[in-house]
């Protein structure tokens, strides 16, 4: 009851105003264009790199909406009263995380198969990107969770979350690449999703604990 | 007509601070405070700037660990459990009034008041109450800080919560509205609420004093 009244209102702001997703899947396009241009426009050496591109990118966009996740509650005050609720603060900060999973982490993995197929990629490899974008965003939203607590109250936070967060989103980004690019090569692709898997549930079991801390920590 | 919580059923009768000790940033604000406080009544603190008036009453909400002493919530049966006593017995408005400038009021209310174990039809009174239900479909950012602090005390008058931590309430009130919001406390406390409030202004409503010393 109480987790659902916070739920809609956790995705309701990060679909209002300021409209967080759009500008999560826009930046990721924009991002996937930028590629090309770099790396060469021939389909052969794009194709090569396409998978692993839309990847890493994916984990870059899904760092966007972190800054907003805690620091907007903390700084109007709206953190205290989410701690005086009928929930503990763990459950809060993995419901927000959840929230911004729906929010951000799904219209992501609809995009990523895309992207990697304009990018060049077999069509045959949209089901597992679309799945293991789905999976590992899940660890992406809770372990970007953690850097978002850890970072409550200092200056330019959005870029100490990012020097947080991007070593942690390395295995996600290992076991997602490692996993389609194994199905490129035609090996088997389960242990690289399994490992994404435990990857993101273990974020998800432990990183509320330490996003409650953060948030007491900031809050005292 | 408004129907106001019945606060005789409430999870926290009384609540007492014992030989409290706060200290921030390793300077000691204060120490060995004791009162108590309980159905009914009101207690306001006084003390100039820095006396640890905001500290306290975060201590009492939990956001802040004491240096020494400590805080006990009483019930019908005896003492309540701390944390449990916290998440479902006392309300807190800080000097901020944690409202998102980009949601309209009827919506920061519903989600706070229903957070907090109320009900849309209280939040519809409460805004009756303070005389904002003109302003439902408007966006905080739309307020001005007397309405949006409105917007905040109305949390508290819908939600079934007795004690209330206060940390200057009335500061961005007019007359007309601090005396109101004077109404809406006595009502409080005659059904049971408690109200514990930092103030430079004195409360328009009969309130004991306990002063903290700088």
């Known amino acids: ?220 | 007509m408004r129907r106001p919580h019945d606060r005789r059923q409430a999870l926290i009768r009384s609540l007492l601070v014992e030989q409290l000790a706060v200290a921030r940033g390793g300077r000691g604000l204060f120490e060995d405070l004791s009162f108590g406080l309980d159905a009914g009544q009101a207690v306001v603190l006084t003390g100039p700037n820095g006396s640890g008036k905001t500290s306290l009453l975060r201590v009492i909400a939990g956001m802040i660990r004491p240096a020494a002493g400590q805080v006990r919530f009483v019930g019908a049966d005896g003492d309540l459990e701390t944390e449990a006593a916290r998440g479902a017995g006392l309300h807190l408005l800080g000097h901020q009034d944690g409202l998102k400038t980009t949601r309209t009021a009827w919506e920061e209310l519903s989600f706070a008041v229903r957070w907090t174990g109320g009900s849309d039809a209280s939040a519809l009174a409460a805004m009756e109450a303070l005389q904002i239900a003109r302003l439902k479909d408007l966006e905080v950012r739309m307020l001005s800080a007397g309405q949006r602090r409105r917007l905040a005390l109305a949390r508290l008058v819908a939600s079934p919560r007795s004690l209330w931590l206060l940390d200057e309430p009335l500061a961005p009130l007019d007359s007309a509205q601090r005396a109101r919001f004077g109404e809406l406390m006595a009502e409080h406390l005659a059904h049971g609420g408690m109200v514990l409030a930092a103030v430079h202004d004195p409360l328009p409503i009969p309130a004991r004093g306990v002063e903290l010393t700088a």
Do not use: H
């Open chain 1, 1 to 220: 009851m109480s987790a659902g009244v916070l739920l809609r209102r956790e995705l309701a702001l990060a679909w209002g105003r300021g409209g967080g997703p759009l500008l999560a899947c826009a930046f990721y396009t924009g991002m996937a264009m930028l590629l090309p241009l770099a790396a060469g426009p021939s389909p052969q050496s794009l194709a090569v790199v396409a998978p692993g591109s839309a990847w890493a990118a994916l984990a870059l966009a899904s760092l966007l909406p972190l800054e907003r996740l805690f620091e907007r509650d903390f700084e109007d005050g709206a953190l205290d009263l989410l701690t005086l609720g009928p929930l503990p603060l763990e459950l809060v900060c993995a419901i927000k995380c959840l929230a911004q999973w729906l929010a951000t982490g799904a219209p992501l993995a609809v995009l990523a198969p895309l992207v990697s197929f304009a990018l060049g990629a077999p069509f045959s490899l949209m089901p597992l990107t679309f799945l293991c974008a789905l999976i590992g965003g899940l660890g992406f939203a809770f372990t970007g969770g953690l850097g978002a607590s850890l970072a409550l109250g200092s200056r330019r936070g959005g870029l100490l979350i990012a020097v947080i967060v991007l070593p942690l989103f390395a295995p996600p980004v290992i076991f997602g690449g490692g996993a389609v690019a194994a199905m490129a090569g035609g090996l088997g692709w389960a242990p690289g999703l399994m490992l994404l898997a435990a990857y993101s549930l273990a974020a998800v079991a432990l990183s509320p604990v330490a996003m409650a801390a953060a948030c007491r920590n900031a809050l005292s």
